[in-house]
């Protein structure tokens, strides 16, 4: 139960520090949230100093380029940017946290060679072609189908939920290579070349009004056969390795800034008399708990994986992962509840930052697996109970 | 003793859905929220009123000798009940008040778009924050459209013309917390992106405190108006509020009209609270059917949906969030239709509140069943949550009711 | 939408507050709650009275010595003698709700003869052997066994959650005859006389640490077969229709004191300065507006039922009853907690009737079909969702 | 940073696990609920006390040279987390701080019973109901076994001597509101019939207000107590209270001792924060003990009771209340550890919060498991649910907590 870190962490975070507050004022203006060629320009400018100051891949294995920082470094720094209000990870995201992760653990030589550098050096951009719109929840029954025509696969079908496709060079891509094979047998991981013909993205609005997601249509797009990560047919167990490499981190900056948000929420209540509102200010009180606890749990889930890789294993348990994701997805959907009981009437003014907010909260009950399907993976999974039918 | 439907009640409410069917059906329920569309919607409601006049949905009560259609509360409730089903827009219960009170000539034959404003405070006992009203404003729905705002006060009803008048120029927001305007040019209404995208908002700017006072004198007033006493008991006392203090007013440039002066039924003194209240009950009557529509909509999307092999609807998880709408649809139905036939204030505190809870709740859980899916706009289901969002903040908010209905046990 | 009375519903009103404000003050002073024998001998005077001013058996049909009315004049009766104060029907539960209209739907001529008039009377009483240790919710997979001897069925089993078992005559005793036929096919419908030789009763101490209940346990009791209500193997149905006779009444009287109870705290908490409290004064005005709601539903069903009744149907539609359950067993769960806190700490005292009524509610969501049971139904029976699996 | 328990703790942990199945194992749990068997609860705790006092839980964090094993605040939370797990009981929390501090000679050891009344009030910024006192009076537990009693006020801590004091003998209820007691008898504590049948109570009743102020100067007072203080801002205040006006304080005839003249370690004015906020640590740690094990339990139950021929931990509705469990419980356990590690005051809020909660509706859901079962007096679900509500009363309510919560985030 140590909670402190060690000599080298804090060296690590308070070099972070320095650097941050030298780089932090010499970044160009925010780019219109419209405009994604602007915003993958200053999301890859960000990544690009990074990289130069070492940063870059920080999670990811020496020989892939990174930097093989314990989770512990990695908690620190996303903690640290997220607190200094540094650029998020933006259209770095799958590069970084999805598609490298996985080409660095079962590319080849050449292949790690030829995709891993120019995401890391902020010079390309991936995207991710999982979801269809008929395999949500249940990303197994994917039905994009890829043939086999001589050194090339042949896609059909059609992708959901897909960022930055607009502006990618290259998306990560699941189809099925084998339509008779059970459910999670037939499927292939391919490295899909965004400008191939056949390609189409088309943006998806949210019910927020904003279009961060695109649909990607495909058809008969040729991806030659090396630009297949891992065997035909193994792209499920490919995937779930990039999955596993989660060390507990994921919504660290996240938890930051909702406590970030929290204590302004307090301060506009009392600004605006609403704080006398007991209810109201009860509510505020119960979400510092919340959001104290999430860090807390954070900083377990870390330790697990810092353990767990210490003696080989990999990443943070299933337990602390769905734990972690059912109560922070509550919490939340209930700050930004709070945000709207303390703004009022003026909760119904969508340029209100809080007010867009609670509508993209409602997604983190659905996306990357609802809540029921969390509660079921602690039941059985975790809690050990019989599997339901 | 009956609480069902009576047979007239139940064709009422099958003539007015197929009504809505044909004039607001889920075609022009998405051409109304497509985003991209460039149409006129304030002509559009023009058009959309004519039609709903022409049927009687706002003369429905008024006295068949006035060219009503003489029916009650009940019915209303259905009727709207309806409304809140087929999303349809506009400022339906401002225009039926209108209407049915035969406060604004024309509105009974919707030739006339009236909207509304709640000015009025929560009874002095109740210590609680303000229900419906923020430091910063009103919001006020379909201004633009809308040919009359309907001031409902405490203890009377005043009307402002927006016809041909100065409410038309709309200004930046007026948030500019420094510098209160000057008196003399009070800011007009400013457009809010509403959340909502087919119910389009405007701020009513408050001014500052300083200048609330002269509002009850050198505004004509009606019998029982007791307008000064706001500067009492109002959202200026609050804490903390300091050197933003603020009263909530209408500030444009429009002319304060006495309900006295309007032709019409003149409301005195106690029928502030009437209006108000059945305003309350038919914002809940369409909270309801909004609450029964995303309810019969999660239950077809988990019938038709497959995942892991089977219908959604198999899962207990699913069943049971739908199961959980029902019990809340059913509730609010029994709170809303008695608020309907006794007209009391408690149960009608009660009907808002349970029918704000179902709405909300029922789109929130709509949305969770149709996952991914809900999320994107095409999906009807945000459009329900955004109104039921929207609805819960006008004729009195939860937390109000709550408060009146723990007085009301003492 | 019809929520007045009729005159002769209000007639009947006013003829009830006459008789109770007459019959109320000479009860005896109320028994002690441990003494099972004067509880009973109170609970018989009561039923006694009732049977002799033409009240007992309301809802029973006229042939059966009821008075055949309205489930409207029934939820008057119940909301009046609720409001006055007047005794609960107690010992008379079972024999008045369950097993009397059991016999005089599906009994002969002679058992109706034999086991009504005494019901009405108040000179027996009956109590309820359905449920079972292994048979909670799932009550037809009950064991308790029944074999043919002669004229005799010799029963052996034990049956739980039976009130009453110490004091009463009879028991309507559900049983298997047919081990082999499927679950709801092979049970049967006895009367058990509780002196009987075989027949053992056991007090249950509840968590509320009253014994209310008991366990009875059936040794080799011989019942005759004259004492079979409906054929052998057709008890499941037998007992569907005695629970087919509620007409959305079953609970009137205990919203009637819930409502009453909203308004103690109230007046409780305004004295104790807990008032103060807008969390606990926001969930008092919450409450309100639950039972105002509950009790507007009791009158909806009662007026589905009526309906129902007049045009060849029987009791309230599975929709109501469920709705209602559901709704009401979680406010009246509530409605205890926000005692406790307006108790504060003095909820930890036993002897406070608020806080053995918070124990007791424990059991609303169990009793009678959890509310696990309850989503169930509507979800499929009612929405019309594909079965589960 | 690792957050993980170290082998030492782990092994401290299952050490305190087989400690307890061993002397308050599930028979000892049953037989002590039990209301036929007629036992000796206050010989029985004497003699539990000796064994807990051996092996060292209440001199756990006293230096090694003062006899004591010289362990943290974490370890005694993973110690304290087990004798929630197990239900045990007695007035373990005040004998640990008693002994761990120095505070009661023989407490380390286990050789007297030390409870505690938390006299403290909210801090004045707070204008919540008061956390943890009622206007009737403040409830001790297990006050007739106790040699002491430890009383935790604003910024003194005091002792309260038992032994063959006056305080033994006890009068009827005394909440004759209408006549209050002369200040020349004042009650003695009554006892009252407890919820948690493990867990004996006592009232100490509250003298009428207008004699509370002698208190402060008629007494002995120890060096920064501020008793005078509490009629500033104490119950007596709440309004509507009229006549029953009352103030909480110790009114047994037992004479107060400032903890100055108790031998063993003086306690200055800042160090009964302290002592509060270890308390509600602790308690804390029962707290998620007790939810751990309610859903052991419901895990256990649900894998072996069969319905509608399957155990009914195939059911998705009973899966996800069991996964509910889990987490509420695992949250809690990371708010807890962390109070226990950082010490810090606004931690320990969060964790007793969230650990009440995790208790209460862990032990409510373990119930609904366990369907009618578990609404007999023998399962032992519903002891958890007492101990929990009891708990949830002690050291900090939640409301209290989310107003301190509150007020921290400004």
């Known amino acids: ?389 | 003793m009956d609480f069902r439907l009576t047979d007239d009640q139940e064709a009422l409410r099958a003539g007015m859905r197929q009504l809505l069917d044909r004039h607001f059906g889920p075609t022009a329920l998405r051409h109304a929220a497509d985003p991209l569309a460039h149409h006129a919607p304030n002509a559009e409601l023009t058009r959309l009123w004519a039609e709903l006049g022409a049927a009687g949905l706002f003369s429905l009560r008024a006295d068949e000798s006035a060219g009503g259609v003489g029916l009650g509360l009940p019915e209303a409730v259905l009727v709207f009940e309806e409304t809140g089903r087929a999303l349809l827009p506009g400022p339906l219960v401002a225009t039926h008040l209108a209407g049915s009170w035969g406060l604004v000539p024309g509105a009974a034959e919707g030739r006339v778009v009236v909207t509304a404003m709640d000015a009025g405070r929560p009874s002095p006992d109740v210590t609680s924050p303000p229900g419906g009203t923020a430091p910063d404003g009103m919001l006020v729905e379909h201004l633009e459209a809308a040919d009359a705002v309907l001031v409902v006060g405490d203890g009377e009803v005043r009307l402002l013309e927006t016809t041909g008048s100065d409410l038309a120029g709309a200004v930046k927001d007026g948030e500019q917390a420094g510098s209160p305007p000057a008196a003399a040019a009070a800011p007009a209404p400013v457009p809010v992106r509403s959340v909502d995208p087919l119910s389009p908002l405007h701020r009513v700017v408050a001014r500052p405190a300083s200048d609330s006072r002269p509002v009850a004198g050198d505004q004509e007033e009606g019998p029982g108006a007791r307008r000064g006493q706001r500067s009492g008991d109002g959202v200026g006392q609050e804490p903390g509020d300091g050197p933003e203090e603020r009263l909530p007013t209408v500030a444009g440039r429009g002319k304060w009209l006495p309900a006295v002066d309007v032709p019409g039924k003149w409301l005195p003194t106690g029928d502030a609270d009437v209006l108000r209240r059945e305003a309350g009950v038919l914002t809940a009557a369409q909270q309801l059917g909004s609450a029964r529509r995303t309810l019969e909509m999660a239950v077809g999307y988990a019938r038709e949906r497959e995942q892991f092999g089977r219908p959604i609807g198999t899962f207990q998880a699913v069943q049971h969030l739908c199961a959980g709408m029902l019990v809340r649809a059913q509730t609010a139905r029994s709170a809303v239709y008695a608020a309907a036939v006794t007209q009391e204030s408690e149960e009608a505190y009660a009907a808002k509140l349970l029918a704000d809870e179902a709405a909300t709740s029922n789109a929130r859980d709509c949305l969770q069943v149709f996952g991914g899916m809900g999320f994107t706009w095409e999906a009807e289901v945000h459009l329900h949550l955004k109104r039921a969002w929207l609805r819960a903040e006008q004729w009195g908010t939860s937390a109000a009711a709550e408060e009146r209905l723990a007085a009301a046990l003492l």
Chains 1, 3 share one sequence.
């Not at chain 1, 941050?20 to 993958?40: G, H, I, Q």
């Not at chain 1, 009180?285 to 870390?302: D, H, S, Y």
């Open chain 1, 1 to 389: 139960m140590d909670l402190t870190c060690t000599p080298e962490e804090e060296e690590f975070r308070a070099r972070l520090r320095t650097w941050l507050a030298r780089e932090l004022p010499t970044l160009p203006p925010r780019p219109d949230p419209l405009d994604w060629p602007a915003r993958r320009a200053y999301d890859m400018d960000w990544q690009r100093r990074l990289h130069e100051a070492g940063y870059a891949g920080l999670h990811w294995p020496e020989d892939a380029g990174g930097q093989d920082a314990t989770p512990t470094q990695h908690l620190i720094f996303l903690e640290e940017t997220e607190a200094a209000g540094a650029p998020y990870v933006g259209a770095g995201f799958v590069g970084l946290l999805h598609a490298g992760p996985t080409i660095a653990a079962e590319g080849t030589a050449e292949q790690r060679a030829r995709w891993l550098p120019p995401i890391l050096s902020g010079d390309q951009v991936w995207c991710q072609g999982f979801s269809e719109p008929d395999a949500g929840s249940d990303l197994a029954s994917l039905r994009t189908r890829a043939v086999r025509d001589g050194d090339h696969y042949v896609v059909t079908g059609s992708k959901i939920w897909t960022s930055h496709a607009e502006v990618a060079d290259w998306c990560e891509l699941l189809v099925r290579t084998d339509p008779e094979a059970p459910r999670h047998r037939g499927i292939t991981w391919l490295a899909l070349p965004m400008d191939a013909p056949g390609v189409t993205v088309r943006p998806l609005r949210t019910l927020a009004g904003s279009t961060e997601f695109a649909e990607v249509f495909l058809d008969e797009v040729r991806v030659p056969v090396t630009h297949r990560v891992g065997e035909e047919n193994d792209g499920w167990r490919v995937t779930m390795v990039t999955l596993s490499f989660e060390r507990g981190t994921a919504f660290v900056g996240e938890v930051v800034a909702c406590r970030r948000t929290l204590r302004l929420l307090a301060k506009r209540a009392r600004k605006t008399g609403r704080w006398d509102d007991a209810v109201l200010r009860r509510r505020l009180g119960r979400l510092n708990a919340e959001f104290t606890a999430l860090w807390r749990l954070i900083q377990w889930n870390v330790s697990e994986a810092a353990h767990g890789l210490r003696h080989g294993g990999t990443g943070v348990p299933a337990e602390g992962a769905s734990v972690f994701k059912l109560r922070y997805s509550h919490a939340r959907q209930e700050l930004y509840d709070v945000a709207a009981a303390v703004l009022g009437p003026d909760a119904l003014d969508l340029t209100r930052e809080w007010t867009r907010e609670r509508l993209s909260s409602l997604s983190y009950t659905i996306a990357a697996g609802t809540s029921q399907i969390q509660h079921t993976i602690l039941a059985e999974r975790v809690l050990g109970l019989p599997k339901g039918r």
